[in-house]
């Protein structure tokens, strides 16, 4: 959706008196809300291209108008990530955090048909390639930095990530 359609969307849905609209395709999720008497907000999440180091631009017009009829909300772009439990132990000073060291696209697995190449509860000696991150079409092999076991996956299979996201929870030998 572009965002000259957005606006002309905000537009018609202020106009017409309705307090809440969601619409959702695939990957792109709008909700506009509307409050008599105050500035409104409305944030349209959009899809980020696997790969894309920025995150898309940020439009912010607050508006103040009284009269409800003529108010226009403010429009936020942004991208939502999955929020994900990390689960710890109580003095848990041996855990360390394997961080993805680029964005891309996560995989466990050499290829489709092939198993991944740690689960949890497995044991991995530094430097062993621990998954794949897919950036730019260029499949780079992510070595761990410690040895250990594997305690949890923190990324789903080919999701995308950011720079520095974790990606495992590895208890240190």
């Not at 017009?61 to 009284?66: C, E, I, Q």
């Not at 942004?78 to 995989?107: C, R, W």
């Not at 290829?111 to 000696?125: L, M, Q, R, T, Y």
Request: charged letters at 25%; one cysteine or more; proline letters at 9%.
């Amino acid at each position: 959706m572009e965002f000259k359609e957005i606006l002309e969307l905000i537009k018609f849905v202020s106009k017409s008196g309705v307090s809440e609209v969601n619409l959702e395709t695939g990957n792109f999720k709008i909700r506009i809300r509307s409050e008599s008497g105050r500035s409104q907000n409305v944030t349209a999440p959009v899809r980020q291209e696997p790969g894309s180091a920025q995150p898309l631009p940020v439009a912010n017009r607050p508006v103040n108008n009284p009269s409800p009829e003529s108010a226009v909300p403010t429009v936020t772009e942004q991208v939502i990530e999955p929020v994900k439990e990390i689960k710890t132990e109580a003095g848990s000073d041996s855990l360390y955090t394997l961080k993805a060291p680029m964005v891309g696209t996560f995989y466990r697995s050499p290829s489709p048909d092939k198993p991944p190449f740690f689960n949890a509860g497995d044991e991995i000696k530094k430097g062993q390639v621990i998954c794949i991150i897919e950036a730019m079409k260029l499949f780079n092999e992510i070595e761990s930095d410690v040895s250990g076991k594997i305690v949890q996956l923190l990324v789903d299979d080919a999701k995308p990530v950011e720079f520095d996201q974790p990606l495992f929870l590895i208890r240190k030998e």
